[in-house]
T-cell receptor, first 114, second 109 residues
Framework: NAGVMQNPRHLVRRRGQEARLRCSPM?????VYWYRQLPEEGLKFMVY????????ESGMPKERFSAEFPKEGPSILRIQQVVRGDSAAYFC????????????FGSGTQLSVL | RKEVEQDPGPFNVPEGATVAFNCTYS??????FFWYRQDCRKEPKLLMS???SGNEDGRFTAQLNRASQYISLLIRDSKLSDSATYLC??????????FGGGTRVLVKP
């Protein structure tokens, strides 16, 4: 049973480009969380999704950021028109139940904006 | 006030010593509490859940104080491999999981 798979591991974008981060949850997991971690800071909640539904997006910036978790395929975190301040590690976690003790993280995507 | 607050540290701990640190949370309706561990900005991993009655897992003891809205983690007989950032996680209704900023622990020989 593969773990939570995130790709790419490292993503370099120039200012103004789009960044797409992918997360394939563990098999049987229908709950997905996205977190952002800036250098020297903790994990900041961004969005919580279940299949085809956004449950809580209270941590998402109002503009340029969107997330989806389609019926088939991975969850996608999309950042349009990236700026330098978007440079961070983006972690995805999945859970079969949405409960904290069953939360498993991917290895993260390190986004660098030049 | 942040939803979940932790002393960032670092806590410099001699090998074999005991270290303890707390995490405070602001939402009195929070339902579940956890400690996660993160090494060198790798993915966080669950260390232990925190139960109302307190619980122990080997050298690690977690406590919950609902009245004062904090949880604690105590590490006995610290090992070099315990050096990491310890993340407090609070779960409220609706399954949203909020992480604290982490407490960095450095165990030295």
């Amino acid at each position: 049973n593969a773990g939570v798979m995130q790709n790419p591991r490292h993503l370099v974008r120039r200012r103004g480009q789009e960044a797409r981060l992918r997360c394939s949850p563990m098999k049987g997991h229908s709950h997905v969380y996205w977190y952002r971690q800036l250098p020297e800071e903790g994990l900041k909640f961004m969005v919580y999704l279940q299949k085809e539904n956004i449950i809580d997006e209270s941590g998402m910036p109002k503009e340029r950021f969107s997330a989806e978790f389609p019926k088939e395929g991975p969850s996608i975190l999309r950042i349009q028109q990236v700026v330098r301040g978007d440079s961070a590690a983006y972690f995805c976690a999945s859970s079969p139940t949405g409960l904290g003790e069953k939360l498993f993280f991917g290895s993260g995507t390190q986004l660098s904006v030049l | 006030r942040k939803e979940v607050e932790q002393d960032p540290g670092p806590f410099n701990v001699p090998e074999g010593a005991t270290v303890a640190f707390n995490c405070t949370y602001s939402n009195s309706a929070s339902q579940s509490f956890f400690w996660y561990r993160q090494d060198c900005r790798k993915e966080p991993k669950l260390l232990m859940s925190v139960y109302s009655s307190g619980n122990e897992d080997g050298r690690f003891t977690a406590q919950l104080n609902r009245a004062s809205q904090y949880i604690s983690l105590l590490i006995r007989d610290s090992k070099l491999s315990d050096s990491a950032t310890y993340l407090c996680v609070v779960q409220a209704a609706g399954n949203k999981l909020t992480f604290g900023g982490g407490t960095r622990v450095l165990v030295k020989p």
